[in-house]
């Protein structure tokens, strides 16, 4: 977090275990998760890596012109990813409507955000601290201003993201944030049957963007039928993955898969 001061060494209990700010090079926090013994952010830069895997990996700067703007967050961690878009559409040409969907299975996750974090005074956008629980159609936090929306999922994203689409909670997402923790710290989120979900919730024109490249991930992405780019990875990782649901697949990325024995990720094998 940019807005927080001394924060480094900060350690708070959450309900999956023990948390514990760490700084990061461009001066930004993150936060290492005890349960999934993994930071949520690279330490290259906790605020750079979110510009560049989803703010411009998204190609936002492409969806300016939008009367509405619908992102999905796999994943809300430190609420970085939605206060990043924030300042970025707040400086940018956007005068449509955002609406920002977040899933987060530890709430005191959200907790922490909504006392710890603060988007700039002036902003136009709702505010962490705005959100208010709801529990029907699933748990959720919600808060609206001049016309945006911000809803955090509580829970096992697999189960409150089709529950929430059934019940119309959610639009057609212009734009995914897949930034659950790695695949091999938690596989549940990089599966064939994840993929097909967010294709469910996708509109035509979506882009997903995700910091790993691992040839697991693209074949469970290719086989619930989304069309995989390969990209230069952020900090110290040499490719990223970027996904949509028209063009086609990079052919050196159908080459490169047709090499490796990895195999996809199904919830059945994990
Ligand atoms: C890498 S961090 C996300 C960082 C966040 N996007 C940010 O900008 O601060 C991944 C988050 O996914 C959450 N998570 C892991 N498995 C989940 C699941 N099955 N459903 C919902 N959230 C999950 C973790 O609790 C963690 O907060």
């Known amino acids: 977090m940019t807005d927080s001061n001394n924060q480094e060494n900060k350690k708070f209990k959450g309900d999956l275990g023990d948390y514990e700010l760490v700084s990061t090079q461009d001066g930004s926090y993150t936060l290492h998760s005890e349960y999934f013994n993994e930071s949520c952010h690279s330490l ?18 492409d969806k300016l012109n939008q009367n509405e703007l619908s992102i999905f967050e796999t994943g809300f961690g430190l609420g970085i990813g939605y206060k990043t878009t924030t300042e970025f559409l707040e400086t940018s040409s ?23 974090t603060e988007l700039s005074q002036s902003s ?5 601290k705005e959100l208010a629980f709801n529990n029907s159609p699933v748990p959720h936090f919600k808060a609206s201003k001049n016309g945006h929306i911000l809803i955090i999922l509580i829970g096992d994203a697999r189960k409150t993201t089709p529950v929430a689409l059934d019940r119309g909670l959610l639009p ?7 930034d659950a923790f790695s695949p091999k710290r ?25 910091y790993s490249s691992s040839n697991s ?19 110290t990782k040499r490719t990223c993955t970027r996904a949509k649901l028209t063009g086609k697949t990079d052919e050196e990325v159908k080459l490169s898969l047709g090499r490796s024995p990895a195999a996809s990720l199904r919830d059945k094998d994990i």
């Open 94 to 116: 956007f005068e449509g409507k955002l609406t920002f969907v977040s899933t987060e299975l530890d709430s005191e996750l959200v907790n922490f955000a909504k006392t710890n």
């Open 217 to 235: 991930i693209r074949k469970s992405m290719i086989e619930s039928e989304w069309l995989v780019q390969n990209r230069k990875g952020f900090g």
């Open 186 to 210: 938690n596989p549940f989120l990089w599966t064939v049957e994840w993929f097909e979900t967010l294709k469910s919730i996708s509109d035509k024109t979506v882009v997903l963007s995700t």
């Open 124 to 128: 136009n956008y709702p505010q962490f």
């Open 44 to 61: 290259s830069g906790a605020v750079e890596e979110t510009l560049f895997n989803y703010i411009n990996g998204c190609e936002l700067p």
């Open 172 to 178: 057609k997402f212009h734009a995914i944030y897949q």
